[in-house]
């Protein structure tokens, strides 16, 4: 068995950035990172692209800082036009090679589709998506159809200890002290 046969595909697939121009004409790329420290995008390995439907791994040759932006060398890729092919795809890696994460951390990937509750038991709805605001992360909650209050969707700050109260990924739910009128 090769060692390729394992890199075909993601099992659970996350983005952790994209693909940017190519630089130079032979065959860099800039590279866009979503992890908090932009260099930490090259710990997750293997790196996959999707391109037509396909999913396509990606081996680097090399990678450096230049100016503001990070390039990338990918292996096999030696000039502009093969760079450019690669322009915009997005960077994947598989989830469960993310390390595990200290008690009170979560991945947002894990907190997506959690059902959040008030501390009074009022349902507030579901996590749908998660946003950074640069002070603290918020969780945008897709309300029930009927919900009370007429809200369609919450945006709900993520603050440990003082908005939420409780996180329990296992039933996928999340406790927080919030008035569900807002």
């Not at 908090?36 to 997750?44: G, P, Q, R, T, V």
């Not at 450096?64 to 795809?89: E, M, P, S, W, Y």
């Not at 349902?123 to 950074?132: A, C, K, P, R, S």
């Not at 200890?161 to 927080?176: F, N, R, S």
């Amino acid at each position: 068995m090769s060692k390729q046969s394992g890199l075909k595909h993601p099992v659970e697939p996350i983005v952790l950035g994209k693909l940017g121009s190519a630089y130079g004409i032979r065959g860099w790329l800039r590279v866009f990172s979503s992890t908090e420290n932009a260099e930490d995008i090259f710990e997750y390995q293997p790196w996959f692209i999707q391109r037509s439907g396909q999913w396509q791994h990606i081996e680097l040759e090399t990678w450096k800082h230049h100016n503001q932006d990070i390039i990338v060398k990918i292996k096999g890729i030696d000039d502009r036009d093969a760079a450019n092919l690669f322009t915009n795809c997005e960077i994947v890696v598989d989830s469960n090679k993310l390390p595990e994460l200290e008690g009170g951390d979560y991945y947002w990937k894990d907190l997506i589709g959690c059902q959040v509750m008030s501390t009074a038991g009022y349902n507030l709805g579901i996590v749908d998506d998660m946003m950074e605001t640069g002070s603290n992360d918020v969780m945008v909650i897709k309300a029930n159809l009927k919900d009370a209050f007429g809200i369609k969707e919450r945006l709900v700050p993520f603050l440990d200890g003082q908005v939420i109260k409780k996180v329990d990924l296992a039933t996928k739910t999340i406790e927080v002290d919030w008035d569900p009128g807002f």
